[in-house]
């Protein structure tokens, strides 16, 4: 099932994310529709923050660089293409270093992006959809995705990392966009 997304300035989306206790079948039925989302509206990774499902829940299926991703942007009229599924549950990241800037969107914030600096390597430990355990060494995008996400597990978007000024025109456009 496709669930609706929240949008920017929406203060569900500022909700901090519970700890998942036990994975049973509504949290598999939870990461099944978000990935039917996500694909469906042409992203690369979404929290379940997003779909006001305040637990800490991420699914990413990002290509390996940003040339692949412009590439997906540019056929995004056809039929997704599912490259390396992951779900994270309750994740954390262990490692972080080297930085670099990156242009970001989100499904939240549509038609908007904006440049941000995050780590370009990091290493995060989290649940599958099975609730086993695992550790993944990320980098470049995927990396960038995953602290993305996991922002929004805690409420913050990456409009947050904006200057006071873009951030004050960003709302205003957003506003007069939801008028009309």
């Given at each position: 099932?496709?669930l609706?997304?929240?949008?920017?300035?929406?203060?569900?989306?500022?909700?901090?994310?519970?700890?998942?206790?036990?994975?049973?079948?509504?949290?598999?039925?939870?990461?099944?529709?978000?990935?039917?989302?996500?694909?469906?509206?042409?992203?690369?990774?979404?929290?379940?923050?997003?779909?006001?499902?305040?637990?800490?829940?991420?699914?990413?299926?990002?290509?390996?660089?940003?040339d692949?991703?412009?590439?997906?942007?540019?056929?995004r009229?056809?039929?997704?293409?599912?490259?390396?599924?992951?779900?994270?549950?309750?994740?954390?990241?262990?490692?972080?270093y080297?930085?670099?800037?990156?242009?970001?969107?989100?499904?939240?914030?549509?038609?908007?992006?904006?440049?941000?600096?995050?780590?370009?390597?990091?290493?995060?430990e989290?649940?599958?959809?099975?609730?086993?355990?695992?550790?993944?060494?990320?980098?470049?995008?995927?990396?960038?995705?995953?602290?993305?996400?996991l922002?929004?597990?805690?409420?913050?978007?990456?409009?947050?990392?904006?200057?006071?000024l873009?951030?004050?025109?960003?709302?205003?456009?957003?506003?007069?966009?939801?008028?009309?």
């Amino acid at each position: 099932m496709i669930l609706p997304i929240l949008n920017y300035p929406d203060k569900r989306l500022r909700t901090k994310a519970n700890y998942v206790n036990t994975i049973d079948e509504t949290i598999q039925i939870l990461i099944k529709d978000m990935f039917e989302t996500m694909y469906a509206k042409g992203g690369i990774g979404l929290a379940a923050t997003q779909v006001d499902q305040h637990l800490q829940v991420v699914v990413i299926d990002a290509p390996d660089s940003q040339d692949e991703y412009k590439l997906l942007l540019k056929n995004r009229q056809k039929e997704p293409q599912k490259q390396r599924p992951l779900c994270f549950i309750n994740p954390k990241i262990k490692k972080r270093y080297g930085q670099e800037k990156h242009t970001e969107g989100c499904l939240s914030v549509p038609n908007f992006q904006a440049e941000v600096q995050r780590y370009n390597h990091i290493k995060v430990e989290a649940l599958n959809e099975k609730g086993e355990i695992f550790t993944l060494q990320a980098t470049g995008l995927l990396a960038i995705c995953i602290q993305h996400e996991l922002d929004h597990l805690k409420g913050i978007l990456f409009v947050d990392y904006l200057s006071k000024l873009k951030q004050k025109r960003l709302l205003e456009k957003t506003k007069k966009m939801t008028k009309n």
